[in-house]
T-cell receptor
């Protein structure tokens, strides 16, 4: 079982719609959860992080965490073509060590 | 977030040569930096954790004698790919660990290495 799992996609949504990206993780003791956006040929860019159960909103982005289900998601409202990218879910391992594990990413395509 | 630079942004070299990649933290002192490698259409794979003033910690399967890491100052870590071969061609990305509780990492722009 992979430590961090994401559907590779592509996930296609029309412009203006809500894009929902999902991620599951295996380490129940994981503490922090991150969403990175990576454009083709570029390095990842941190969008959001969350560490408590529930929702965290930042502009058009909402991260949702459910530790009981070991599930974290990212919602993008009013999707724009510029949101088209690969979204990487990352999980900080338990035990205080500062390493994070990345999922393989979900490719999002926003159709104009 | 932290600002991280990498140099060079791309490099092409002949098989058997060594290549040095620099990673600089521009706006804060980074005691910890990470080096990742990403092959096309694959996710980031952590190669090693670089700690200022001490030896790097390598992930399982990463040859420490092939991928030399030096973190001699709080703003600079270097990765040297020794005796590079075509299979080492990849996108190498460094990141710094922002101080705080949540382990946010901020990435450099990456270095694309092509070994002929």
């Amino acid at each position: 079982q992979k430590e961090v799992e994401q559907n590779s996609g592509p996930l296609s949504v029309p412009e203006g719609a809500i894009a929902s990206l999902n991620c599951t993780y295996s380490d129940r003791g994981s503490q922090s959860f991150f969403w990175y956006r990576q454009y083709s040929g570029k390095s990842p860019e941190l969008i959001m992080f969350i560490y408590s159960n529930g929702d965290k909103e930042d502009g058009r982005f909402t991260a949702q965490l459910n530790k009981a289900s070991q599930y974290v998601s990212l919602l993008i409202r009013d999707s724009q073509p510029s949101d088209s990218a690969t979204y990487l879910c990352a999980v900080s391992n338990s035990g205080g060590y500062q390493k994070v594990t990345f999922g393989t990413g979900t490719k999002l395509q926003v159709i104009p | 977030g932290a600002v991280v630079s990498q140099h060079p942004s791309w490099v092409i070299c002949k098989s058997g040569t060594s290549v040095k990649i620099e990673c600089r933290s521009l706006d804060f002192q980074a005691t910890t930096m990470f080096w990742y490698r990403q092959f096309p259409k694959q996710s980031l794979m952590l190669m090693a954790t670089s700690n200022e003033g001490s030896k790097a910690t390598y992930e399982q399967g990463v040859e420490k004698d092939k991928f030399l890491i030096n973190h001699a100052s709080l703003t600079l870590s270097t990765l040297t790919v020794t005796s590079a071969h075509p299979e080492d061609s990849s996108f190498y990305i460094c990141s710094t660990l922002m101080g705080g509780s949540y382990n946010e990492q901020f990435f450099g722009p990456g270095t694309r290495l092509t070994v002929l």
